[in-house]
């Protein structure tokens, strides 16, 4: 007995060391990148061996790179398609999914499949089609042009059916006795239901628009509209031998990102809808 419960003592204190080892080599590019953004220029950031920790610790480059282009704008401009697109997407997801889950009419799940399936279709294929359509709108050239193909997706409409699905269908069939209309029941029961779905896809697509490049490059070419990922290019064109300034631009880039998940993440928690069902 005590030689099964040493071996599993082992076996956890064997998975926690790999673990450990798998998180500081995903975690040390990220540290590396903070650490640079933070050295002063007398110290060689190519050296061997490497030196981790910034011996002279400044915030000059992040200085320099807010004054040397208009980061501000790009943070701006950032902010509010990433705002914009969680909150569309959002919407237009929960509205697609709600049907598909709770009503039942002709071909629903016929519906289903073929939205399910436009997740396999690459990007790139579609892209030029979406740009010819995005011209012929007008919406080159605009937050609208940025936000335009990621209105919805099928991964949030997936993601939301399978949440409305888990609700009981006794709270449904109460809300309806009460007399509350079909968008009434889907506001104020359905959505308030599904919050931690509504909040992972949240984190999902503001991390998606946040850190899109490919599209904004497309459909922008006003430099007043771009967004942080395009600002960086930028940074690295206009300084592309000095990494402490590139490093800086990037984790100006990076950090709303962290911070919008460690506040959102305390709201990913499992409700149970079902806790006054009495069967």
């Given at each position: 007995m005590n030689f099964f419960k040493r071996n599993l003592q082992l076996n956890i204190v064997l998975i926690y060391v790999i673990l450990a080892a798998i998180a500081i080599?995903?975690?040390?590019?990220?540290?590396?990148?903070?650490?640079?953004?933070?050295?002063?220029?007398?110290?060689?950031?190519?050296?061997?061996?490497?030196?981790?920790?910034?011996?002279?610790?400044?915030?000059?480059?992040?200085?320099?790179?807010?004054?040397?282009?208009?980061?501000?704008?790009?943070?701006?401009?950032?902010?509010?398609?990433?705002?914009?697109?969680?909150?569309?997407?959002?919407?237009?997801?929960?509205?697609?999914?709600?049907?598909?889950?709770?009503?039942?009419?002709?071909?629903?799940?016929?519906?289903?499949?073929?939205?399910?399936?436009?997740?396999?279709?690459?990007?790139?294929?579609?892209?030029?089609?979406?740009?010819?359509?995005?011209?012929?709108?007008?919406?080159?050239?605009?937050?609208?042009?940025?936000?335009?193909p990621s209105l919805a997706s099928a991964f949030g409409i997936f993601l939301l059916r399978q949440a409305f699905m888990s609700i009981p269908k006794e709270i449904e069939e109460a809300a309806r006795m009460d007399g509350s209309s079909e968008l009434g029941l889907w506001w104020f029961v359905m959505l308030p239901a599904i919050r931690p779905a509504l909040v992972t896809l949240a984190i999902f697509v503001f991390i998606g628009a946040w850190s899109d490049f490919l599209w904004p490059l497309i459909i922008i070419q006003d430099e007043n509209l771009y967004t942080l990922p395009l600002g960086v290019r930028k940074l690295e064109g206009t300084f592309s031998e000095n990494w402490r300034l590139v490093a800086a631009g990037s984790v100006i880039a990076i950090a709303p990102v962290l911070v919008v998940f460690l506040f959102l993440q305390r709201y990913i928690v499992p409700t149970d809808t079902g806790s006054g069902v009495k069967g």
């Open positions: 080599l995903t975690l040390f590019p990220l540290f590396w990148l903070v650490s640079t953004a933070f050295k002063s220029a007398t110290e060689n950031i190519l050296q061997s061996p490497p030196q981790l920790l910034p011996s002279q610790p400044t915030l000059a480059n992040f200085t320099e790179v807010w004054q040397s282009l208009p980061f501000g704008q790009y943070l701006y401009n950032s902010t509010l398609v990433a705002v914009l697109t969680v909150g569309l997407n959002l919407l237009f997801c929960a509205l697609a999914a709600y049907p598909l889950a709770r009503l039942s009419f002709v071909g629903r799940d016929w519906i289903f499949i073929a939205i399910v399936s436009t997740i396999m279709i690459p990007f790139q294929i579609v892209m030029i089609p979406l740009y010819i359509l995005t011209v012929k709108l007008g919406l080159t050239n605009s937050y609208l042009g940025i936000i335009f």
